[in-house]
Structures are given as C-alpha cells and as structure tokens.
C-alpha cells in the first residue's frame, strides 16, 4: 500500500512521509512487513494474511492525521569530494549550460546543506535534496552505460553519489572515496533518510590516501565523514 | 562436503524467501522467483519452508556430490533431471552417494531449484542466503554459480530414512489470468488504457529476467504526466514508461522507480511469475483487495493439505 503526500518533491511532504513512517513503526501492527520511505510518499510492504488492506488503511489514515509537527534532525556528515578534471566528467557541460566558470559551479555545490530524503534504487544510494536551484538540470539522455563508484552527480533538484559502479544519468561533478555501503557494517547503509549532509572539496592526493585508508580497513567513513 | 558444479547452467542462484527490511536503504529482497516451489521443496524433505535451495533458470546445473549421503530434491518447472544419468521423478526425495553426477538440463518453465536436506553452509547477508547478483550480496559470494564452485553442504551425511513423496502438488493454473489490485498509480492512465490492460492479452519477452519481465502488447496510454517523482517499488508492480509498454517488477527490481505504477499482481499469484516463459501471453484480471486476501488465504489452505499430503516411499 502506497500512502502519497504530494506529486511533485515538496519538503512539506518529505516531513510528513517521514513522520508516518515513524509513526507507523512505532503503531507496528503484526504483520507489517517493511517500509519504504521516499521523496513524496511512503511504500507500506504488509503481509495480507496478517494485516488485511482495509485495517492497515484504516490505521494510516489515523496515525496520519496527527503526524508530530516536529521535524525529524538525522546525522550529520561532511563528505569530501574531489573536483578535479578526471573526475569531473559532466563538470565543464553543466558550468557552460549555467553560463557560470566551473569554480562557481563547484562553490555552490560545497555551499548547499542537502539531507537524505531516501536512500534507495541501490544499496546505499543517496538522493540528497537541497540543491543550490542555481544548479538545477534534467537527467543526461542517453544515461552513461557505467558510472564509476563514488561518482558525485546532480540532476533535477538532487545531488547523489554512486555507492558502486553503475549506469546513471546523472550530470558528473567529482567523485568521492568514502564507502556507502557495506553489509558488514552495523547499519549497512552510512546513510539513512533524514540524514543531513554536507561536502567539502579535496585535492587528489587526499582522494587517493583516503580512497586507500578505506580499502584497507585503516579508515572508517563512519569516523572520517562525521560532521 | 560439497557440491562441485561442473557446468552453472544459465543462471543458477542461492535464493531464499528474500531479505527482509532494508528496502529503505535501496536493497531489494531478492529471494525465490517461485517461492511456492521453494517452500514445497523444502517441505518435502521435512525442513522449515524458507532455507535456501538453489534456483535455476531455463537451463540447470551439472554437479558431483561431494558428500557421503545426499538427500534432495528438485520441484518447479519440470525439467530432464538425471542421477548417473537416470532419470529422477520431480516432487520427491532422492538420495546420493559421493561421487554421483547429478544433472538437471533443459527446464520448461521459469525456474526450477534444488533443495538439499539441511541447506547449504553458507552465511546470510543482511538476515538472508538470497542472492543479489547486481550488488554482490549473499548467496554464494554474491553471485551466480560458474563451473569449479564448491557450494558448502551444511550435512556430510543426511540422516538415514525413507524417501518422501507429494502426491498432490499445488496446481500451476497457467491459463488463469494474473490477478491484479489497479493502482497505486491507475488514476495516471486513461479509462481505455486499463481497459485494454484487463481484456488484452500481452506478450512476455525474452527481456525477462529476475529484474523484471518487460511485456509488450497494445501501448498503456498515459493521462498526463508519463513520469512520477520515484517513490517505492515493490514486486509484482506493473510499471509503464512512456512507451506504453508495461514492466512488471521482479525480485532484484530497484527499490524506487520513476515511471507510474498502473497495477499490482496478487500476493497470491506472485509465484506464478517465476514461471513465466518467453513468447508466452498474459492476461490480467482485476480484484479487490478483500478478494486478493481471500485467494491468499485459500492458497496457504491449498499449500498446507499439499504439504499435509506427503507420504513416505516403502
């Protein structure tokens, strides 16, 4: 069952998703199998033996009428991305389309707060609202057959990074060595819907020593990337 | 104590009933296409329905057993399943000593598995043995099988017993039309399009796979927009993109999607998209909701007097 606040991307909406879902997990009726919270509504998975449609409707109807106003504050991070050229595959294309230099391009990236407002489509894939509207821009067509991970990408009002190499559509900025995903890892994802995020900029001589402490185990992106 | 494949087949997988819970962090379930098949099979050699057994699409496995006593046995679609090269009945037990070839060829079906008595000796993944080929995740070593493996046996010797048999396997119904709720996202269509979505046949084509199963048939017209902010997905979700041409999610689907979402197949007929061929057409057939929990009801009623049914061989 699908609980929709809004059809556009709207914070208003994102807020109340996330209230249900707290709500919901909170009320959790038997037989509620999973959630799934994403931008604008929330993916109820129940089992129809245990919790028949009309009496999980039911309850989210009233649990939805008196969502706590109280935003919901995540964890913070600060995730570094490197900029420079070779990663930057999309970088010069966006700053021409948005007559800005690419260091303006780059600079308003770095200054926006983003949060998580779902974590979805692959383990550990953020879609980070909260773009600069300056930076605003469609999907690319045709997408990229792969998109190495750790690729730092914007689209529409969004900016995400490639947990793992993939085919994305996303217009490239930089890319960043910090691990999202592990299974090993107590919360498996490092981030979670609500999570508050911001970058900063490196040069590759720290991609690449950071990008090593993160292979070998040396470095954890739960330590390194706390803000 | 192991399985030594010799030939993996087309795609061969480690699949449980799925992983459970961290769609929110973009991992889909994954977890049996037939899940009845699985459950049947496990049932048959008397162990909890959801361990993993070893899914196998179109094309089987060959393998050697690597233990002193194998008990087994292989349910789904029917296939030419030999031991030494005699031919194994499907939904009953087998044994195997060390050393036997077990093949299982060409499969008429969707898919088929193979459960071994006691499962397989491998760690779950976030809380399950299922196989997500895309990320790496579970199964055996996060992916398909390939000749050479090893697949870890959790017995070196089944435990002596007679073989079992089920008399009364649950009927496959492949001519009845998939039951669908319309929705979540139906109202974003026009009336012909569902329309033509419950009285059209569509054809299943060979872009079917355990992502998803691309239909094609007369295009589902959209009303307006032909894409929605992403929201979650969930298996059994037909979504159309702006071809008209309908994609219904499977298993290892992604978590959200972008194109809406115009219905949903049953619970209870889940399964049967696990079964689904190539060329083969399909029709659908809107239900209620209260009508979806009643055939669900009725099938787990179906699946405990098949399960109640099995015998022991002399």
Redesign the interface.
């Known amino acids: 069952m699908l609980a929709e606040f809004s059809d556009r991307l709207d914070p208003r909406a994102v807020a109340d998703v996330r209230a249900l879902d707290v709500a919901l997990s909170a009320a959790a009726p038997d037989g509620l199998i999973e959630t799934m919270p994403s931008l604008r509504s929330l993916l109820v998975l129940h089992d129809p033996l245990r919790l028949s449609a009309r009496r999980l409707r039911a309850l989210l109807e009233s649990l939805a009428e008196n969502l706590a106003d109280t935003t919901i504050i995540g964890r913070q991070w600060l995730i570094p991305v490197c900029y420079e050229e070779e990663f930057a595959l999309d970088l010069a294309e966006v700053a021409a389309s948005k007559g800005m230099s690419m260091e303006e391009v780059v600079r308003r990236h770095i200054g926006a707060t983003y949060t998580a407002i779902a974590v979805g489509s692959f383990p550990g894939l953020p879609y980070l609202g909260g773009l600069d509207p300056a930076l605003v821009l469609p999907r690319r067509v045709p997408p990229r057959i792969l998109v190495p991970a750790g690729t730092v990408a914007i689209a529409l009002e969004m900016s995400n990074i490639y947990p793992q190499a993939t085919p994305g559509g996303w217009n490239i900025l930089g890319r960043s060595p910090v691990p999202l995903f592990n299974p090993g890892w107590e919360a498996p994802s490092l981030l979670s819907p609500g999570d508050i995020v911001r970058h900063r900029a490196m040069p590759r001589a720290e991609y690449d020593a950071l990008l090593a402490g993160f292979g070998d185990g040396t470095l954890l992106p739960h330590e390194v990337c706390r803000a | 104590m192991s399985l030594r494949i010799i030939d993996p087949g087309l795609f061969s997988t480690i699949q449980d009933l799925g992983r459970?819970?961290?769609?929110?962090?973009?991992?889909p379930p994954s977890g049996a296409l037939d899940t009845l098949s699985l459950r049947m099979g496990n049932a048959l050699l008397g162990q909890a329905q959801g361990m993993a057994g070893l899914e196998m699409c179109r094309v089987g496995v060959r393998l050697v057993v690597e233990c002193a006593r194998l008990r087994f046995c292989i349910t789904g679609a029917d296939g030419t399943a030999t031991l030494d090269g005699k031919p194994l009945a499907p939904w009953r037990s087998h044994t195997a000593r060390a050393g036997q070839e077990l093949h299982i060829g060409r499969i008429r079906g969707g898919a088929a598995y193979l459960c071994v008595q006691g499962g397989f000796a491998l760690a779950p993944?976030?809380g399950s043995l299922s196989t997500y080929t895309?990320?790496g995740?579970g199964g055996f070593e996060g992916r398909r099988l390939d000749g050479g493996d090893l697949l870890p046996l959790a017995l070196a010797e089944a435990p002596a017993g007679p073989e079992r048999l089920l008399p009364h396997p649950v009927p496959a119904e492949r001519s009845r039309p998939l039951r669908v709720l319309l929705?979540?996202h139906a109202e974003m269509f026009t009336e012909a399009a569902i329309r033509t979505l419950l009285s059209e046949a569509y054809q299943v084509t060979h872009n079917a796979d355990r992502l998803g199963i691309r239909l094609q048939g007369t295009p589902l017209e959209h009303a307006g927009a032909k894409e929605?902010?992403?929201?979650?997905?969930?298996t059994g979700c037909m979504q159309v993109p702006g071809d008209g041409q309908p994609i219904l999610l499977m298993p290892d689907r992604?978590?959200?999607?972008g194109y809406p979402k115009i219905a949903t197949v049953?619970?209870?007929d889940l399964h049967r998209l696990g079964q689904v061929l190539p060329g083969s057409q399909l029709r659908f057939e809107a239900v209620a909701?209260?009508q979806?929990?009643m055939v669900?009801?009725q099938l787990?009623r179906t699946i405990a007097a098949s399960i109640g049914s099995i015998q022991d061989l002399a």
């Open positions: 459970v819970g961290y769609q929110r962090i973009g991992v993944v976030l895309r990320a995740l929705g979540p929605i902010v992403s929201d979650g997905n969930n992604q978590t959200a999607g049953i619970t209870a909701p209260e979806a929990e669900a009801w787990e």
